[in-house]
């Protein structure tokens, strides 16, 4: 089932929007990320899914079926929030099937459904266990597959990793996506990690501010962002920003004339700068120089630190062998993928479109406010 938000506005005290009309459409069957900073109105959001918030304005769809008035329960959502919040006096197999108990489904039927799903989150051979005698990444299992018996119309889960150590995050995440392929439950996962939503989402939708930034592929917020929140945001090392004053005589060779009335900012992928001589690399942009202000090796990434047009800039598209010497003068090369020039507002002015052979997913329609 698709969920749509048609002009959704929430205030929290009837006054100050934290969201502004905003409209967009999660498809069916799919995982979609929300993903943004602290506060931007991610949980929110999904509360306003499940509904346990009700919206101040606008109007909620789950396939045909308006939902705005309708309650979390009657709305059929599964939740996992980022504390398991287990039952503690529970085994693993009554905790998992207490949803059904609920539900009055036979003993015997829910017991068999139980077993099952215990099995898809790999904890059945823990079902008699306790809550407090499992990790964190078994509890968080469990709280899924309780989340799923109650066989939800949409699965909805708010940072269920955070509590997580780093290696176990991503152990989990990967769990997730195959949970949610093998079952084709439409989920709804909130993370403020770029890196965990690019791995696990079929799309994202970036929030910043109660706005939605953009609503698209992983590949394609990385590849073609829309404005310069969501070039900084996705992405590690952090794409490299220079102001486009400091460099405009350099890109007079490659960008309209346009551009030079609206560009603020240059904006440029760690692995777009690649040495000037690269035998490999026949599509540079345009060839630059700066100095080589620092190097360093670590396993088989090599990062570079280079003062280009007064900014030091990051450029880890060079093997070691490419290197000069610090302090000296070293020519670079630009790609032509990961360049981007933003303008005063932050919206990308160039390059006006990218060739991709990836179909965007288009939020129904985004109103800024
Ligand atoms: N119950 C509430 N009453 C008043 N304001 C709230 C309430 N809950 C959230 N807010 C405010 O709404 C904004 C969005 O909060 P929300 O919880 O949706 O953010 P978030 O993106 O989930 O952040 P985080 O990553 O920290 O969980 C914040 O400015 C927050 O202070
Ligand atoms: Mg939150």
């Known amino acids: 089932m698709d969920v749509k938000f048609q002009n959704v506005s929430l205030a929290y005290d009837n006054v100050n929007n934290i969201l502004n009309n905003i409209s967009f459409t999660i498809p069916e069957g799919q995982l979609t990320c929300l993903l943004g900073p602290s506060g931007c109105g991610k949980s929110t959001t999904l509360n306003l899914i499940s509904g346990l918030l009700s919206p101040t304005g606008g109007q909620i769809f789950f396939g045909d079926q308006n939902v705005t008035k309708k309650d979390a329960l009657a709305r059929k959502v599964g939740m996992v929030f980022q504390n398991y919040a287990l039952y503690p006096h529970m085994t693993v197999l009554d905790n998992i099937c207490f949803p059904m108990k609920m539900a009055k489904v036979k003993k015997a039927d829910r017991l068999k459904r139980g077993r099952e799903l215990a099995a898809l989150v790999h904890v059945e051979t823990e079902l008699s266990k306790k809550p407090n005698e499992l990790s964190g990444g078994q509890q968080q299992r469990v709280a899924i597959a309780r989340a799923l018996a ?3 119309s949409i699965l909805l889960l708010d940072e269920p990793l955070s509590n997580l150590d780093a290696r176990l995050r991503v152990e989990m995440r990967e769990e997730i996506r195959r949970i949610q392929k093998e079952t084709g439950v439409t989920t709804v996962f909130v993370t403020h990690d770029q890196e965990e939503a ?3 989402a079929d799309q994202i939708m970036v929030l910043n501010e ?3 930034q953009q609503f698209t592929t992983p590949n394609r917020l990385y590849d073609q962002p829309d404005n310069l929140f969501v070039a900084k945001f996705i992405g590690s090392p952090i794409i ?17 004339t346009r551009v030079f009335s609206d560009g603020v900012t240059v904006a440029i992928r760690a692995e777009s700068i690649v040495p000037a001589t690269d035998p490999h690399d026949h599509l540079t942009l345009l ?9 360093n090796r670590f396993g088989r990434e090599t990062s570079l630190s280079l003062n280009y047009g007064g900014h030091t800039i990051i450029a880890d598209g060079f093997r070691e062998q490419d290197l000069g010497r610090n302090g000296k003068p070293l020519q670079f090369a630009l790609r032509p993928q990961g360049v981007f020039v933003f303008n005063q507002s932050g919206e990308r002015v160039w390059p006006e479109t990218i060739a991709t052979n990836v179909s965007p997913i288009k939020p129904t329609e985004v109103i800024h406010a």
């Open 210 to 212: 109660g706005k939605i």
């Open 287 to 295: 060839p630059l120089s700066g100095t080589q202000v620092q190097s």
């Open 150 to 152: 109650k066989s939800p």
């Open 198 to 200: 690019i791995h696990i």
């Open 240 to 256: 490299n920003t220079i102001p486009f004053a400091n460099v405009r005589d350099d890109f007079k060779a490659v960008v309209p």
